[in-house]
């Protein structure tokens, strides 16, 4: 415990003297907790949070980091030890001086929307979501204005438990985001993220831990790059038990001068045996000057799997252009449709049916 809180101390010291840190706008942690939505300039997603059922028993409870219990902090401490976690991730972390638990209670089938205003306050939300629970959980990105933002959201699922996270990404802004997840026995996650990276930057990592057996996760992804935007994502199923499974969907759409790099990964453990995994990135150009690298890759360390990956890259149709201009629409209308029936069947992941509805008609109409 004294080596974990040793390693995040230095980890604070560090990211403190990156001189692109001084000027970020934060708000006192318990003033966000009360703060009306006019003062965060977005919707109060804790005030969303503390309403949480028109039961007489609460489904879950918030709560800050001193309030926590000590085993939730000290899950916390023990995920910043986390192999697969980027240098842009440990510092974001460290960086994190306001750390919120959503513990979820056992047996529980909630769902959830949020408004995500914690990208101003450089914040972690820590989502504990105990044993025989289901939560699906909306999650819209909001990124104030001229700022870059940052948040990290950390999942441990007890056994049986199962997560939804339908990601809808913040359109035209600057930031990073990652969500990673910790699976015991028998746990399921399913991960949709959808949207439009336009702002300058973007980092964005998605990654789920096997770490017992028989659980099963899906990572599925589905954005255009527009503008002069340049992004990095992160794939990542690290399969460390035996018998879990799971997929990655990529579909990515590059316009304008958009430069992006994907990296997908399968990760299987010495003791991952009878793991069932694949990873696909489909990738459609409609500029000559956009530029999507997908990277499949797979490190597998033992035998009795079976794990394999694949990727496309193509252009948009010529003939459907044609096609659809001559039943009455312009060029640019018929482009915008072939693209948006590139990224439609990412909906049909989603179980949810109040999300998928919801996201068909705002992403598709």
């Not at 992004?231 to 969907?249: A, E, K, Y």
């Not at 790099?261 to 150009?285: C, F, N, P, R």
Request: hydrophobic share 40%; aromatic share 10%.
């Amino acid at each position: 415990m004294q080596e974990l809180q040793k390693t995040q101390k230095q980890l604070e010291e560090k990211a403190h003297d990156l001189s692109w840190t001084r000027d970020v706008k934060t708000w006192p942690w318990d003033d966000l907790l009360d703060a009306p939505v006019d003062e965060l300039q977005a919707i109060n997603v804790v005030k969303q949070l503390k309403r949480s059922s028109d039961d007489q028993r609460p489904k879950f409870k918030v709560t800050t980091w001193s309030d926590a219990p000590r085993r939730l902090q000290n899950q916390y401490l023990q995920s910043l030890h986390d192999v697969s976690l980027h240098k842009i991730d440990m510092l974001q972390r460290s960086l994190s001086s306001n750390v919120m638990f959503v513990h979820v209670y056992e047996g529980q089938d909630i769902s959830l929307e949020l408004m995500n205003t914690f990208f101003a306050q450089w914040a972690t939300v820590v989502f504990v979501v105990e044993k025989n629970t289901r939560l699906a959980l909306l999650d819209t990105h909001v990124v104030p204005s001229q700022q870059f933002g940052a948040y990290s959201c950390v999942f441990f699922l007890a056994e049986h438990a199962h997560v939804e996270h339908i990601v809808r990404m913040a359109d035209g802004a600057s930031y990073h985001s990652s969500a990673v997840f910790y699976l015991q026995d028998h746990a399921q996650v399913k991960i949709v993220a959808l949207g439009e990276y336009a702002g300058e930057y973007a980092y964005h990592t998605y990654a789920c831990h096997h770490v017992r057996k028989h659980s099963t996760a899906d990572i599925v992804l589905g954005a255009q790059f527009t503008g002069r935007s340049k992004s990095l994502i992160r794939l990542i199923n690290n399969h460390l038990g035996q018998h879990t499974g799971g997929d990655i969907v990529f579909k990515g759409i590059g316009r304008d001068t958009a430069k992006a790099k994907i990296d997908g990964w399968i990760m299987i453990g010495a003791a991952g045996e009878d793991t069932h995994s694949y990873l696909q990135e489909d990738v459609l150009l409609a500029s000559e000057k956009a530029s999507i690298v997908a990277e499949p890759n797979l490190e597998i360390i033992t035998n009795d799997v079976k794990a394999s990956h694949g990727a496309t890259l193509g252009t948009v149709d010529e003939q459907q252009l044609l096609y659809l201009q001559s039943r009455g629409l312009t060029k640019q209308a018929a482009e915008d449709l072939i693209l948006r029936s590139f990224l439609r069947p990412i909906t049909e992941y989603i179980t949810n049916n109040q999300w998928r509805e919801k996201i068909t008609q705002d992403y598709f109409g």
